[in-house]
Every structure is written in C-alpha cells, then in structure tokens.
C-alpha cells in the first residue's frame, strides 16, 4: 500500500447505488445491473406510497 492510496478513486461497493456517482468507471454490464436495480427501487418505492395513500384514503373517510 501506498502512502497515496486513498486518492486512487474506487468502485462503489456491489450492489449499493449513489445517486450522482461517476459512471464512466462502470462497464456496460455494471450500467444495465445498475438501471435494473434502480427500476425494482422506483417499483418498491411506488408501491408504498400506493400503500399510503390506500391508508390515508382509508382513513379520511372515518373521519368525513
């Protein structure tokens, strides 16, 4: 190890995603993994504001 090597710019770990990060350093493979873990987040994410909104929905019509 070098005394440097903390400037050496590494890979994000696998299978966690930042928002903003280079890409350029990601291979074609990586890129694809990366768009398809990103679409089964934004599924995930739709389908607990579906949730809310059903709760929410719920429960404004108790109190109507």
Do not use: W
Not at 13 to 42: H, N, Y
Request: glycine share 4%.
């Amino acid at each position: 190890m070098g005394v440097f090597d903390e400037d050496i710019p590494k890979k994000p770990e696998a299978g966690k995603i930042t928002v903003g990060e280079d890409l350029a350093r990601l291979s074609e493979d990586e890129l694809s993994e990366r768009i398809t873990a990103l679409q089964e987040e934004i599924n995930r994410t739709r389908q607990e504001l579906e949730q809310r909104s059903t709760i929410r929905d719920a429960a404004n019509s108790v109190f109507r």
